[in-house]
């Protein structure tokens, strides 16, 4: 007991240690921007806002959001669940997913909530169960990276940007590294009787592709929804400067998605400001006007996820028998 006790309180300690880290790299990072900009100048900015571009914004958002709905059961199909949610249940999930995914750091923790608590899809074994759902939230993730990946790739074609001329070059680094992780795990299962059973266990509760039709939907669906967020990203751009065009935020939007990856932060705070400043100012958008965008991008999922928020607290998933 003593042994567990003292287990417990050094993990406590690293959560602690990582949770400050958080809290002060990110008031860091958005002090640093704070100095480079007069609040005055954010504040014009601001008011360039069309109510009619934070509209569309959010609504393409949504649209983003059931399009997001729609792959996972797709890939669900693809790997073989035997008990795919209703649409009701794979909208909770998702909702209260996305949730946290914005409001918690690090921007991956809804996923690993809705591949556990959507195990029953996989049967009644909950290890195998966890692990396959987990595997297949994480495939969704590995499989709308790459999108994010091709569609900036594939716009720099059209409209190279001086200055980050390489788009091309990390867009197809980024999806060979992802295509070597979905074939690593297509094999898993089949190379686990080769492996010591502790590492060949788990690797055996990994899902197979058993369809590739809606494997391939889901691929088209990741494109969907990431060319959704440029939308909405360029509606609020445009609207504060009307030069910037569409061809620009198709190949900057998605690169500054990948920031959401970025785990030190809170809600992506700081970093996500900075990728816009320093993205859109390669098409000379001033600071100002790209960290009154940033925040208005980030307004837009705020609002959104916090439907998740209010599902939650209707119905937790933690007050569900079997979650």
């Not at 860091?28 to 934070?54: C, H, I, N």
């Not at 792959?71 to 794979?90: E, K, T, V």
């Not at 889901?218 to 929804?225: G, M, P, Q, R, T």
Request: hydrophobic fraction near 55%.
């Amino acid at each position: 007991m003593q042994h567990a006790a003292r287990r417990m309180t050094s993990g406590d300690k690293r959560r602690l240690y990582f949770k400050w880290t958080r809290i002060t790299f990110t008031i860091a990072a958005v002090g640093y921007l704070a100095s480079r900009v007069e609040p005055e100048d954010v504040l014009t900015a601001f008011q360039r806002l069309s109510p009619s571009a934070a509209l569309l914004a959010i609504s393409v958002v949504v649209v983003g959001l059931l399009c997001g709905m729609l792959r996972w059961r797709l890939l669900l199909q693809a790997y073989g669940a035997i008990d795919i949610p209703s649409w009701p249940r794979i909208a909770h999930l998702y909702l209260v997913g996305h949730f946290y995914n914005t409001y918690a750091p690090g921007g991956v923790g809804g996923d690993v909530i809705r591949g556990v608590a959507g195990r029953k899809a996989f049967g009644s074994l909950e290890w195998i169960g966890a692990t396959s759902g987990v595997a297949v939230v994480f495939i969704e993730r590995v499989i709308g990276v790459s999108a994010l990946l091709v569609l900036a790739a594939g716009a720099s074609l059209f409209r190279p940007i001086p200055g980050i001329e390489d788009v091309g070059l990390w867009a197809a680094l980024g999806v060979l590294a992802a295509t070597a992780a979905l074939l690593g795990i297509a094999a898993a299962p089949r190379v686990a009787k080769f492996l010591p059973e502790k590492v060949g266990t788990p690797l055996r509760a990994l899902p197979r592709l058993f369809a590739f039709w809606p494997f391939f939907l889901s691929i088209l669906l990741s494109i969907v929804i990431h060319f959704v967020n440029v939308v909405a990203g360029h509606a609020i751009m445009q609207s504060l400067e009307p030069s910037v065009t569409f061809a620009d935020s198709a190949v900057v939007m998605p690169l500054i998605a990948a920031s959401a990856f970025f785990p030190l932060t809170v809600g992506g705070a700081g970093i996500r400001e900075a990728a816009f400043a320093a993205l859109y100012g390669f098409v000379g958008v001033p600071e100002a006007s790209a960290y009154a965008a940033s925040l208005s991008f980030w307004a837009t999922q705020l609002i959104t996820a916090a439907v998740g928020g209010v599902i939650n607290l209707m119905m937790p998933l933690s007050g569900e028998r079997g979650d």
